[in-house]
């Protein structure tokens, strides 16, 4: 006997991307539905007609069919402290490492998890370890050392947590009285300078930078810390992402929130290329525009700005900036009292599938924010993988995930789980996967209403005129489905110097069978192919490509990344790809314990 049952949505307004996201929470609860039956009269403002409406259904819904995995393999020595090395280290080298390949491979990422008997709580709280593969001749040196920032020295000096982390609140001074520590809750909350995300550079110095306000000067050759830069101290910022998107001519872009009794903006920050002296760090630097939040009082999470050899949350083209406002939200109210409510930074951040992704774009040349908004459902990305102008159109191509809740995953004691529960984690994650937006520049008042405008032949992804200030956008996959097989991609990374803001043809990157990468994928967008490097038990970090001396072909060169395993004892190494046929050609053991870190790049000597 079946029973009928009607499950109602409640949409706020009577357009079609409010309907889309009712649509795709039905989804979730009740999984895919076999048949649609609508109206697609005046009740769906900008849907048109049917047929355009249910295009936009079917490739906004499209559902991924993941495998589900069981019996992964425990990670938890990946994610341990570990001592620095700050004298060059040698490597046994297995095979051969291209004598043309000389410089140095620079990863930054956190090494340390505790002080006394108090552990952090997040992955991307422990305390910044940068590491230096040296490599001439065929021969590799490593060498590393924790960033000596003043939340690096002040846990050191006291042996405990003493600065509040991302997902760690510090707790008060335990010699203090009771009322004292209860008083304490009402100090300001001293912002962290743990800058364990990434290497980037400004004016020919190099830097090791996170999402805060400040980023520390580094000595690539002996990783020593130099000195300390605020943004503050230059633009009108109260931070900056740990990624910037670096432009043809040298000047750098960045981006950063300022908070005010208006409310939030975002806005976008261009440092010059050149020193006026040789103290100058980040001087000069301005405010290219200022763009206003969809909702200022919780305006977006953005882990980058665009991609420095590293990936990526804003990615650039020739001509334009494009700043993607996704509903991963920041409730400013929770985070400005999360030290009086005795919750950490991060249960201010949350996830709201309900609202749409906007793409803002901004005239590189003068600044001026364009007033069309690019609208897609809800999507989350971290990292971009390039933009590009072609025929009137704006290309952005992205790593995206249809749920934006992944920062919840990587707690320390999600990442030291094994058995089934480890499998759950896994198992409940929204995976990242390689997508086209195809943005048309020339919207105008005449231009046609509920239209594909996306003439390119090659392209699948959509792109329809809702009103003249709004487009509605749907992607295009950039994979196959033997993607699924590898559980999706992130940490992309491309022939950055010679195909940034140009049309291209590969993408390299991490597949995710696990809880960090466990693979590493070359994606050739000319019939979305892959070739992969996949070892059971082994987990490569974010691969960096390296151009070889008299490349002629975009994939001339090689891959580095740095291969972990839980399994046995001092065991990492360099491992070097040929980036065109993606066969090993060489490994450097290093005898030394390394942890699974996040980004990097490439400083070459030659």
Known sequence: MSIPIVHIEVIELMDTS?????????????????????????????????????????????????????????????????????????????????????????????????????????????????HRFQIADGHVTYSSRFLRSDSYNSNCELNRIVVTEFGTLALPDPCKNLFQRFLSRFERMKPTDNANVSFVKYKGDYYVSTETNFMHKVDPETLETKEKAYWSNFVAVNGATAHPHV??????????????????SYNIISVPPEKDSPSDTLHGAKVL?????????????????????????????????????????????????????????????????????????????????????????????????????????????MCCSDDGQAINNY?????????????????????????????????????????NLNTQSNSSATAVCLSKHKVFCTFEDLHGDDLLNYGGM??????????????????????FRHLVGDSLIKMDLEGKKLKTWCKPGFYPSEPIFVPSLDAEEEDDGVILSVVLTPTDDKSTFLLVLDAKTFEELGRAEVPVNIPYGFHGTFNSSS
């Open 289 to 397: 525009c200022s763009i206003t939040p969809a909702d200022k009082n919780r305006p977006s999470y953005y882990h980058s700005f665009g991609n420095q050899v590293t990936p990526a949350t804003h990615t650039m083209s020739k001509n334009y900036v494009v700043f993607i406002e996704q509903p991963i939200k920041l409730d400013l109210f929770k985070i400005m009292t999360c030290k009086m409510r005795g919750k950490n930074i991060c249960d201010g951040i949350y996830w709201d599938p309900n609202q749409d992704t906007l793409f803002h774009l901004v005239d590189k040349h003068n600044g001026k924010v364009c007033p069309v908004k690019y609208h897609t459902r809800a999507l989350a990305t971290f990292h971009q993988i390039n933009a590009f102008e072609q025929d009137g159109f704006l290309i952005v191509d």
């Open 18 to 130: 409010s309907c889309i996201n009712a649509i795709k929470r039905f989804f979730v609860i009740r999984g895919p539905a076999k048949q649609f039956h609508y109206d697609c009269g005046t009740s769906f403002v900008g849907a048109c007609n049917e047929l355009e409406f249910h295009k936009l259904v079917v490739e906004e819904l499209r559902v991924y069919n993941m495998p589900e995995l069981s019996g992964l393999q425990c990670i938890a020595p990946l994610v341990r402290s570990v001592e620095e090395s700050p004298e060059p280290v040698p490597t046994t080298v297995k095979g051969t490492i291209p004598a043309w390949v000389r410089g140095s491979l620079l990863r930054n990422g956190p090494g340390k998890f505790e002080f006394g008997n108090q552990t952090f709580n997040h992955w991307f709280d422990g305390m910044a370890l940068m």
């Open 411 to 451: 707690f320390i004691q999600n990442l030291h789980k094994s058995g089934e529960a480890l499998d759950k984690v896994y198992n409940s994650m929204g995976k990242a996967f390689p997508r086209r937006f195809v943005l048309p520049l020339n919207i105008t008042s005449k231009t046609p209403l509920g239209q």
């Open 247 to 264: 432009d043809l001519d040298g000047t750098v872009y960045n981006m950063g929130n300022s908070y005010d009794r208006k409310g939030t």
């Open 490 to 511: 992130e940490f992309p990374n491309i022939h950055y110097d010679r195909c940034n803001t140009r049309p291209y043809r590969y993408f390299y990157g991490c597949g």
